[in-house]
């Protein structure tokens, strides 16, 4: 990304101004955005030099690296906006690999006609979010489609983090008898998004969840309680996720669904549709997985955490060869969370 | 939730399992059919299976519009869809089904088709509104707690003058299926019905009185959650018993014997009832689904366009006419849980999550597994 | 069958249509299969309609009927079998 003296351009129209196709053709046009609008937004030390990367300092450690992809819909949502969620969401990636998240990338598609406007809000919240996780935004890029072949804004970002000594988790480590924990209540950030799309709309009080977890997490890792697996269910949900790492390391669980927490606007919403909220995508949770002796400990620490304040342990790790996540339910009776067969469509039967 | 929770209390359920392990005779063996695929999924959902002793057993019946619809009736709105250019409006749980030409309506949609995703029948008339230069085509399924709804937009189509909408009728009536189930060579050893809920909203509890009359099966009417359902196989464990057959009705919060009249009265002004129906795994059933009435023939999409209905047959191996009738259990279709899945099924009672199959597949298989 | 789930009306909207509230989710539904509907009813709602009124005493005696002792059979209590 290279500067433009600002005094050779008439500064960006960000109150009415578009994106039209020079802002992605690398030219002048394409500069000026990127100076008057992302530079200056997140702006922070690497980002000053310039350069088309980052130049970084040595790691002191083993580098962790997560991407993702943002094509969430509507842009703008009850809690938050695909700028933060798009911060947020690789922060997790890279913490629940129980990693300090150091530095991020940005990268956007952005669809010709996009008011500037709006994409000063997405930029701003990305800038907020970055700001408060103290992770910076230090390189990206800039590209834009024909009108018709994008969604408005599509945003990747991709984090990196470093990992202490010591710290193993990966979603291969869970055995018999571990327990499972989950850090607060599901489905809140699914059901903001679905209250807000056209053909299902609800006026409710529901709002994502979107956080960045990292903190949480470091005090989870500091508190050298026995770790196993971290992840933050988030597409397909809490069930999806379970249903993963039960492959992963070929065991079987067994869940308590009086434990798992539904906020009521949440669960409501979801009988309106006929979803089930351990399908439903999450943005600012996290499932831990740890040595049956430690849970108290951790849920102590989770509890004392603002991000975790519901944690609870939802159930525990079992022997099972044929890997089935089971829960009992609120009414006494067994049954199987299974894998979600492809998206989780609303029911009218 | 009020009117919800309290009926999912597990206290509650508690006592209702007490009362059932006191008063099912442990001589007997009692099999249960739960009509609709609302209760399937309630017992599926709260594992409600191990609430019961192990002589009471559910069945699970044919109560699920999606099952039921033969590949035929989707292909109709496939080809419309992607050969005519419609904007296809349907409820979702339609749109996975699979259909002719590896086709489903979801897959259509993927090839450019205009298939849109609806809650009511509402949004497909303001589809209509909004697009006044393309043809809209609703695929109206359901059993006679989602006529109604079909019903009211029709007339409402009709008093606005909408040219541009129209309904692919596969309404169908539950009376009908049951008869259906139990006008078997031989008979069949269902002792008891769990009736519909929100059907029998709708249609009262009178209509099944003719079960209970002329088969000498229990019915009880219950509601949709799982206490309601506890109770209802309680109240015809207790017929059995006593070796009564009657029309019982648990609902009693939502259902009378006459039922809906408002809404009846609205169905039969816009409906008319077909000479025969095919029927997924029920074969061709009299009298058992409804078409639109001549004064409502301009928004009768079979005869709007050229989209004739062509019965597509089922896979050799499906067991599921078996299945709906209670004669078998899904275990022992040879293609359960193998070629016949939820993400590849092959068969009505695996396409919906609430059909017998993918019930017993989604929630019930660990069972078999003894884990 | 068929999803449907209790809720309250809330408000009575344009002619026909009310905004019914279930655990803090508002939706307007189609009251145009039911007659005399009043805020504060409960009404079954399916597929955007609601489809008939919830009958609050109804509603109670079906709980305490969960909460009945079931019958006892004498005999089978007295020689202890389950």
Not at chain 2, 169 to 177: I, K, Q, R, S, Y
Request: with cysteine; glycine share 10%.
């Amino acid at each position: 990304m290279s500067t433009v003296k600002p005094n050779y351009s008439r500064p960006l129209d960000l109150k009415n101004g578009r994106v039209d196709m020079s802002h992605g053709s690398g030219g002048r046009a394409m500069a000026q955005l990127i100076s008057e609008l992302f530079a200056s937004a997140f702006d922070n030390e690497y980002l000053a030099q310039g350069n088309d990367g980052a130049l970084l300092p040595p790691a002191n450690g083993r580098l962790v690296m997560a991407t993702d992809s943002h094509v969430v819909s509507p842009l703008f949502f009850a809690g938050g906006d695909i700028g933060c969620l798009s911060v947020h969401g690789t922060i997790n990636d890279v913490a629940v690999m129980g990693a300090k998240p150091l530095y991020l990338s940005a990268s956007f598609i952005l669809e010709e006609g996009y008011p500037l406007a709006d994409l000063k809000r997405i930029v701003e919240s990305m800038a907020k979010a970055s700001r408060e996780a103290g992770v910076p935004i230090v390189t990206g890029d800039t590209k834009v489609v024909e009108q018709g072949k994008g969604d408005g804004v599509f945003i990747t970002t991709t984090g990196v983090g470093v990992v202490r000594d010591g710290v193993n988790l990966s979603g291969d480590l869970a055995q018999p008898g571990d327990k499972i924990l989950l850090s607060g209540t599901i489905g809140d950030h699914g059901m903001a998004i679905l209250s807000q799309r056209e053909g299902l709309m609800f006026s409710a009080p529901i709002v994502s969840d979107t956080a960045a977890l990292h903190g949480l997490v470091a005090a989870m890792i500091d508190s050298g309680v026995a770790l196993r697996v971290l992840r933050d269910p988030t597409r397909g949900g809490l069930a999806t996720t379970l249903n993963e790492i039960a492959k992963q390391s070929g065991v079987g669980m067994m869940l308590q669904e009086s434990s798992i927490a539904v906020n009521q606007p949440v669960e409501a919403a979801c009988e309106f549709l006929g979803l089930d909220p351990l399908y439903v995508a999450n943005e600012g949770k996290l499932i831990a997985i740890c040595a049956p002796q430690d849970a108290a400990r951790l849920l102590e620490i989770m509890r004392a955490h603002p991000l975790a304040n519901a944690a609870a342990i939802i159930g525990e790790v079992r022997e099972d060869a044929h890997g089935f996540v089971q829960m009992t339910t609120k009414l006494g009776g067994r049954r199987v969370v299974d894998w979600l067969a492809g998206e989780q469509l609303p029911r009218i039967c | 939730m009020k009117y919800v929770d309290e009926f999912r209390d597990g206290d509650l359920a508690k006592n209702i399992a007490a009362n059932l392990a006191r008063e099912a005779d442990p001589k007997r063996h009692y099999r249960l059919m739960e009509f609709c695929g609302g209760h399937t999924h309630a017992i599926s959902r709260y594992g409600l299976a191990d609430l019961l002793p192990a002589h009471v057993r559910m069945i699970h019946g044919p109560g699920c519009p999606v099952c039921v619809l033969p590949i035929g009736r989707v292909d109709q709105a496939t080809r419309l869809a992607r050969e005519q250019g419609v904007i296809l409006c349907t409820y979702a749980d339609t749109v996975r089904v699979p259909a002719s030409d590896n086709l489903s309506l979801m897959r259509a949609k993927a090839s450019g088709a205009d298939v849109r995703m609806i809650y009511s029948t509402q949004d497909a008339l303001k589809v209509a509104r909004d697009n006044p230069g393309r043809e809209v085509v609703f695929l109206a399924i359901g059993f006679e707690t989602t006529t109604p709804p079909t019903a009211v937009a029709i007339q409402q189509a009709a008093a606005e003058g909408l040219k541009n909408f129209s309904i692919l009728c596969d309404h169908v009536l539950t009376p009908a299926a049951m008869h259906a189930i139990l006008a078997v060579e031989g008979g069949v050893s269902i002792d008891g019905f769990v009736g519909p809920a929100h059907v029998s909203t709708v249609i009262g509890s009178k209509p099944y009185e003719p079960f209970a009359d002329d088969y000498g099966k229990p019915v009880v009417i219950a509601g949709f959650e799982p206490l309601d359902v506890m109770q209802a196989i309680l109240m015809l464990v207790r017929q059995i018993n006593e070796g009564r057959a009657a029309v019982e009705n648990e609902f009693t919060r939502a259902v009378t014997r006459e039922g809906n009249l408002k809404a009846q009265q609205l169905v039969t002004d816009v409906f008319e009832l077909r000479d025969v129906f095919e029927w997924r795994g029920l074969g061709s059933v009299p009298k058992s689904a409804l078409k639109l009435r001549p004064k409502y023939a301009a928004f009768d999409a079979e005869l709007k366009f050229k989209v004739d209905y062509v019965a597509v047959p089922d896979n050799k191996a499906c067991e599921c006419a078996a299945i709906l009738r209670g004669q078998k259990r899904p275990q022992e279709c040879k293609i359960f849980g193998t070629v016949c899945t939820p993400e590849n099924p092959v068969g009505s009672c695996m396409v919906s999550s609430e059909g017998a199959c993918a019930a017993h597949y989604s929630y019930g298989r660990f069972r078999e597994s003894a884990a | 069958m068929c999803l449907a789930i209790p809720a309250r009306i809330e408000e009575l909207t344009t002619p026909g249509n009310a905004i019914v509230n279930l655990g803090g989710v508002r939706k307007e539904i189609s009251l145009a299969l039911i007659n005399d509907a009043a805020v504060g009813d409960y009404v079954i709602v399916h597929v955007g309609y609601a489809l008939q009124k919830l009958d609050e005493e109804e509603a109670l005696r079906t709980l305490e009927m969960f909460a009945e002792m079931g019958q006892i059979d004498e005999l089978r209590s007295e020689l202890g079998a389950q």
